[in-house]
Every structure is written in C-alpha cells, then in structure tokens.
Nanobody, 121 residues
Framework: QVQLVESGGGLVQAGGSLRLSCAASGRTFSSYVMGWFRQAPGKERESVARISWSGTNTYYADSVKGRFTISRDNAKNMVYLQMNSLKPEDTAVYYC??????????????WGQGTQVTVSS
C-alpha cells in the first residue's frame, strides 16, 4: 500500500510558478507509475502529467505541455510537479496518484488528499 501527501499549493499571480511535491510512503515506491491530476470546480478530473517508474517516460496534457515538468526522486520517495507560466485556468485542486500501471492510474490506484492551486489574473 502507498500513502501520498501533497504540498506546495497556494495562491500565485498569472505568469508565476509553483512547485508541487508529493511524499510517498512504502518500500516499493520505485515500482509505481506516478501522476498528477487536477479538478476544478464543476469540471471533471483531468490527468495533468505522469512519469514512469524509472523516470524515463513522461506524459503531459496538451494544456500544460511546455509549462509543467514532472520529475521523481526514487531515493527520497518523492514526485514533483514544477509549474511555470501559470494561467488562471490552471486553478484547481491538484492530486498526486500512484499505481502499478497507467491503466490503473487513470481508473483507481492510490491518491493523496490534494493541494489547492489558485492562479489570479
């Protein structure tokens, strides 16, 4: 089992940056695909980025490509989301997720409590 705790959210002006962190418990962290999702009020949950267990392969939603960077440190059981050039439409609760496969990541897996990101115009 994996427990996830996000941090780093907050209020930032448009054009600014934030770095989200996700601390994971569990001895098999390096076996998991990790992802960041977000959900804005009244909208469906959206996959933002994900990273393979080795960190070699990454995926980004078109809406964040070129602005966000996902990374992981398996030695520290951490995954990060560097968010640059933030836009008001990036405002949402951001969740960290873990699963053994991409399919499970999108349909279930383990989830953190979420951290609020608010971008003011």
């Amino acid at each position: 089992q994996v427990q996830l705790v996000e941090s780093g959210g907050g209020l930032v002006q448009a054009g600014g940056s934030l770095r989200l962190s996700c601390a994971a418990s569990g001895r098999t962290f390096s076996s998991y695909v990790m992802g960041w999702f977000r959900q804005a009020p009244g909208k469906e949950r959206e996959s933002v980025a994900r990273i393979s267990w080795s960190g070699t392969n990454t995926y980004y939603a078109d809406s964040v490509k070129g602005r966000f960077t996902i990374s992981r440190d398996n030695a520290k059981n951490m995954v990060y989301l560097q968010m640059n050039s933030l836009k008001p439409e990036d405002t949402a609760v951001y969740y960290c997720a873990a699963a053994l496969t991409i399919a499970t990541l999108n349909s279930g897996g383990y989830w953190g409590q979420g951290t609020q990101v608010t971008v003011s115009s």
